[in-house]
């Protein structure tokens, strides 16, 4: 039971350049959602999906794209990075959306753009 | 892989000691919480969630405290063993229909032998 996998670990990009952050579960999870961290900061959201083919942003969701065309998939598209989406990414997914939920977070994805 | 950075509030305890860590949430309206912990170079890891309705919650060698008045949270660990090195997180949400967990800072605990 692998739970939550995101892919890669680690990126290094360019500024300008795009890149998908994957994250797949195998729990049949209808909630998935992403979250950036940031030293000093909580984890903040930035988009979430309740469904396949619903999704909506959260806290902080410019400069990212979301889509859900399976339950099992959720990528997080960076359009053209910039060095302030420097951060580590953990995508997360839970049974339900609404009210009490217990998130299963992948790894992380430590992204720097310089 | 750090996670987090160099500025968090840090408790350091020795092994066997009893740790207190302490989280003072935003919306009075939050009616559920949750503590994670998160080690280093890994996702956050459920332990132990509270409802308003409720002022003290117990787990294995965990124990959350809610006082509502103040809008405070804690988390007693006892017996604390250097694996319980990490950091810590409270979260709180409001049970308003959309999924919005709200993530405390985190606070870093050091277990030494």
């Known amino acids: 039971n692998a739970g939550v996998t995101q892919t890669p670990k680690f990126q290094v990009l360019k500024t300008g350049q795009s890149m998908t952050l994957q994250c797949a579960q195998d729990?049949?999870?209808?909630?998935m959602s992403w979250y950036r961290q940031d030293p000093g900061m909580g984890l903040r959201l930035i988009h979430y999906?309740?469904?396949?083919?619903?999704?909506d942003q959260g806290e902080v969701p410019n400069g990212y794209n979301v889509s859900r065309s399976t339950t099992e998939d959720f990528p997080l598209r960076l359009l053209s990075a910039a060095p302030s989406q420097t951060s580590v990414y953990f995508c997360?997914?839970?049974?339900?959306?609404?009210?009490?939920?217990?998130?299963?977070f992948g790894a992380g994805s430590r992204l720097t753009v310089l | 892989g750090e996670s987090v950075g160099l500025h968090l509030p840090t408790l350091s305890v020795q092994e066997g000691d009893n740790s207190i860590i302490n989280c003072a949430y935003s919306n009075s309206a939050s009616d559920y919480f949750i503590w994670y912990k998160q080690e280093s170079g890994k996702g956050p890891q459920f332990i132990i969630d509270?409802?308003?309705?409720?002022d003290k919650r117990q787990g294995q060698r965990v124990t959350v405290l809610l006082n509502k008045t103040v809008k405070h949270l804690s988390l007693q660990i006892a017996a604390t063993q250097p694996g319980d090195s990490a950091v810590y997180f409270c979260?709180?949400?409001?049970?308003?229909?959309?999924?919005?967990?709200?993530f405390g800072t985190g606070t870093r605990l050091l277990v030494s032998p």
């Open positions: 729990m049949n999870h209808e909630y």
């Open positions: 979260a709180e949400i409001e049970n308003t229909g959309f999924q919005k967990l709200v």
């Open positions: 999906s309740v469904g396949a083919g619903i999704t």
């Open positions: 997360a997914s839970s049974t339900r959306p609404h009210g009490a939920n217990v998130l299963t």
């Open positions: 509270i409802r308003s309705n409720m």
